[in-house]
């Protein structure tokens, strides 16, 4: 059995900081890409950045230079530091993770429950 646990979201004013964290425990054998997504008023749901197991980034353009995703792979947990917050950050995120469960050879995909962001006036 394998969980994730996301946490930090919350209220924030335009300009402010937010960090995410997604926390994956269980029988785990080894964790690979891992990403956030995130799925704003009346949107899909969409990929947003990701982080291979070696530490390569990659950003959608709306959030690079904003955004840092990053992960610790001693605790199996992947961050999202977001500065520079705009309106239209508002949205559920959701962490992703490719899992490889012991007792497996090939991974799987895992969602975490999703954390609102959301701007207060």
């Known amino acids: 059995q394998v969980q994730l646990a996301e946490s930090g979201g919350g209220l924030v004013q335009p300009g402010g900081s937010l960090r995410l964290s997604c926390a994956a425990s269980?029988?785990?054998?080894?964790?690979?890409?891992m990403g956030w997504y995130r799925q704003g008023p009346g949107e899909q749901r969409a990929l947003i950045a990701t982080?291979?197991?070696?530490?390569?980034?990659n950003y959608v353009d709306s959030v690079k230079g904003r955004f840092t995703i990053s992960r610790d792979n001693a605790k199996n947990t992947v961050y999202l530091q977001m500065n520079s917050l705009k309106p239209e950050d508002t949205a559920v995120y959701y962490c992703?993770?490719?899992?490889?469960?012991?007792?497996?050879?090939?991974?799987?995909?895992?969602w975490g429950q999703g954390t609102q962001v959301t701007f207060s006036s």
């Open positions: 992703n993770l490719k899992i490889v469960p012991r007792g497996w050879v090939t991974e799987r995909t895992y």
């Open positions: 269980g029988s785990i054998s080894s964790i690979n890409a």
């Open positions: 982080i291979t197991s070696a530490g390569s980034t």
